[in-house]
């Protein structure tokens, strides 16, 4: 379990995702881009991504795969993205196991048996159900989810914690909230209506909200997603007491509170509901989620509230838009 012993040969799954497209940046600022290498799965890679590094189309159901991906590059180190989101996921939810799950297997044994360093892997807050306490939704807690995403992140995170406990691997994740993000759209995901509401309010000056106006959820922006993985990766394995399963939040609002966040800048935004059927996924999960285990672990602290995001988040847009 030495990460830091040895130079980080790194392969990031996932890699064009809302997140892993990110990811893949600070990864590469941080260990040199030779060192980083991205896979995709069917979507093509911005340049920045594509040019900045090796970039590989890798299915992650597929074991030799991977294998080929391990040693042609040397890597020692997995961050394991490539996943089927919460709201996709209900209409393929054959699909959504295999990925998620057969996926994550590959990805361990591969970890095993190339005896990697260390691997990273995200679980969600759809690990909770509707039988889950929804304010500060604690760390142990109910973990019956009604959703297959849930339902594969439940697996994953005792599947992560039996290679922990079997085979001695450092395997590490956390239950991201709903991430917002300027740079890559979200892939299909329940709280996806929380980063499509700044492009249309931008565009359009109205957005019509698939959610009901007063549902709560747990979110974060992407800047401190990104210092929150890297963040535990750093942390001295051994005073870590969970491994997969860390809670995780930055702050929590509705539809309509995010609404007058916006209109703050733009007092002429208007938004409707007509919620669909992710409402009903919405209302399984927690509203607000305590993370005092990652705080106590390993220093986790966010630093964007929802006023600091909306005007960030507005700001890159604009400019984004405009160019
Ligand atoms: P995303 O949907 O944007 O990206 C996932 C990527 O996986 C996609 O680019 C897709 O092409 C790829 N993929 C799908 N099937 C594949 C396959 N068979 N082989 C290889 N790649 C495949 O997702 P994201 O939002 O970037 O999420 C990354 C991780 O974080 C996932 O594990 C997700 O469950 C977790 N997560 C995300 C959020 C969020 O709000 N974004 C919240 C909680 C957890």
């Known amino acids: 379990?030495?990460?830091?012993?040895?130079?980080?040969?790194?392969?990031?799954?996932?890699?064009?995702?809302?997140?892993?497209?990110?990811?893949?940046?600070?990864?590469?600022?941080?260990?040199?881009?030779?060192?980083?290498?991205?896979?995709?799965?069917?979507?093509?890679?911005?340049?920045?991504?594509?040019?900045?590094?090796?970039?590989?189309?890798?299915?992650?159901?597929?074991?030799?795969?991977?294998?080929?991906?391990?040693?042609?590059?040397?890597?020692?180190?997995?961050?394991?993205?490539?996943?089927?989101?919460?709201?996709?996921?209900?209409?393929?939810?054959?699909?959504?196991?295999?990925v998620n799950l057969d996926g994550l297997v590959n990805v361990?044994?591969?970890?095993?048996?190339?005896?990697?360093?260390?691997?990273?892997?995200?679980?969600?807050?759809?690990?909770?159900?509707?039988?889950?306490?929804?304010?500060?939704?604690?760390?142990e807690t109910i973990l019956r989810p009604t959703t297959m995403y849930g339902v594969t992140k439940v697996s994953g995170e005792l599947l992560c914690d039996y290679y922990v406990d079997r085979f001695g691997l450092d395997v590490r994740g956390v239950r991201y909230p709903g991430i917002i993000s300027s740079q890559t759209l979200p892939g299909g995901g329940t709280t996806d209506y929380a980063v499509e509401i700044f492009y249309e309010a931008l565009k359009n000056q109205r957005y019509t909200c698939f959610l009901e106006r007063d549902t709560v959820l747990p979110m974060m922006y992407?800047?401190?997603c990104i210092r929150a993985t890297l963040m535990l990766?750093?942390?001295?394995?051994?005073?870590?007491?969970?491994?997969?399963?860390?809670?995780?939040?930055?702050?929590?609002?509705?539809?309509?509170?995010?609404?007058a966040e916006i209109r703050k800048h733009m007092p002429a935004f208007e938004i409707e509901y007509e919620p669909d059927y992710r409402q009903q996924i919405a209302e399984s999960w927690p509203c607000t989620i305590d993370d005092s285990a990652a705080r106590e672990e390993w220093g986790w602290k966010p630093a964007y509230d929802l006023s600091t995001m909306v005007e960030d988040m507005l700001e890159k847009l604009e400019q984004r838009m405009g160019d």
Request: aromatic share 8%; no cysteine; glycine share 6%.
């Open 233 to 259: 990766m750093d942390a001295d394995f051994e005073q870590l007491e969970h491994h997969a399963d860390f809670n995780l939040t930055g702050f929590s609002f509705s539809p309509e509170e995010l609404a």
């Open 108 to 139: 361990l044994e591969m970890a095993r048996e190339r005896e990697m360093s260390q691997v990273f892997w995200p679980s969600s807050m759809a690990v909770f159900g509707p039988d889950t306490p929804k304010h500060d939704t604690p760390q």
């Open 1 to 98: 379990m030495g990460a830091k012993s040895e130079k980080s040969r790194i392969l990031l799954t996932g890699a064009v995702g809302q997140i892993g497209s990110e990811l893949a940046m600070a990864l590469r600022a941080r260990y040199g881009g030779q060192n980083v290498v991205a896979a995709g799965h069917k979507t093509e890679p911005e340049a920045e991504l594509r040019d900045s590094g090796p970039f590989v189309y890798l299915d992650v159901t597929r074991r030799d795969m991977i294998r080929e991906v391990i040693d042609e590059y040397r890597i020692n180190t997995i961050y394991h993205l490539a996943a089927i989101l919460s709201a996709v996921g209900e209409e393929k939810p054959q699909l959504t196991w295999q």
């Open 222 to 224: 992407m800047p401190d």
